[in-house]
């Protein structure tokens, strides 16, 4: 099944989203958090929590960088915001022997950081859940996102494993059209993205052309409830 999830802290964009729209998770990493201003990160991921019911995934990034250290922030995550928390871990040099210590240990992991296909399968093979591709950033280094999803797809189901790729980092709406196309089963796109997508002036236009017509054969206001009803 595919996922899409919300990249995003703040509380209005999520109540909203959450609500309405087939969201199936948050993501968050510092720099969104920072945009939030001077908040009290745990109280603003615990009420993330909160909104995460019907058993959406929550998604946090440690900022640690020795594997000790990465491993002990993980732990802390997990114990204060739930131990269902997806812990974001980098795939570095220390970040890959944390994401296989704490996935052995029953932690969820989201190996973060990917520009290649062979972070992607040391990440599947360490067992990360999911593995989250930035998708622009590659491109921006002149790497085939594409490709590079395509041959980590192929791996995690050539393997047999169960993660899951979580294509991120998006400037605009066909880039998530083609990481899902190049098989990635999960997509985190931003909530102003989502709200372009939805509102293109071709929708618009078409719609209200469809009311125009209608209200010309049944009247001013009416809809297919009201002349049900007459």
Not at 82 to 108: C, R
Not at 164 to 187: C, D, P, Q, T, W
Not at 218 to 223: I, L, M, P, R, V
Request: glycine share 6%.
């Amino acid at each position: 099944m595919n996922e899409l999830m919300l990249d995003t802290a703040n509380l209005e964009e999520l109540e909203y989203g959450l609500s309405m729209w087939p969201v199936s998770g948050v993501t968050s990493n510092p720099s969104i958090l920072k945009k939030e201003g001077n908040i009290d990160v745990y109280e603003r991921l615990k009420m993330i929590r909160c909104l995460c019911t019907n058993g959406r995934s929550l998604h946090i990034q440690v900022v640690s960088s020795s594997t000790e250290d990465i491993i002990k922030e993980a732990k802390t995550i997990a114990s204060i915001i739930g131990h269902d928390t997806y812990i974001k871990i980098p795939v570095s040099e220390n970040g890959l022997p944390a994401i296989k210590a704490l996935a052995k240990e029953g932690v969820n992991v989201t190996a973060t950081g990917i520009y290649t296909t062979m972070q992607g399968i040391l990440a599947v093979l360490a067992g990360a859940k999911y593995v989250a591709i930035y998708y622009n950033r590659m491109e921006d280094n002149c790497t085939d996102a594409d490709r590079v999803i395509e041959q980590i797809r192929s791996f995690i189901d050539e393997s047999g494993s169960d993660a899951r790729i979580l294509a991120a980092s998006f400037k605009n709406v066909a880039e998530i059209v083609s990481a899902f196309a190049s098989g990635a089963h999960s997509a985190t796109v931003s909530y102003a993205l989502i709200k372009k997508a939805l509102s293109l002036p071709s929708i618009d236009s078409a719609v209200d052309a469809f009311k125009e017509d209608f209200e010309a054969i049944h009247g001013e206001g009416e809809t297919m409830d009201t002349i049900a009803n007459q």
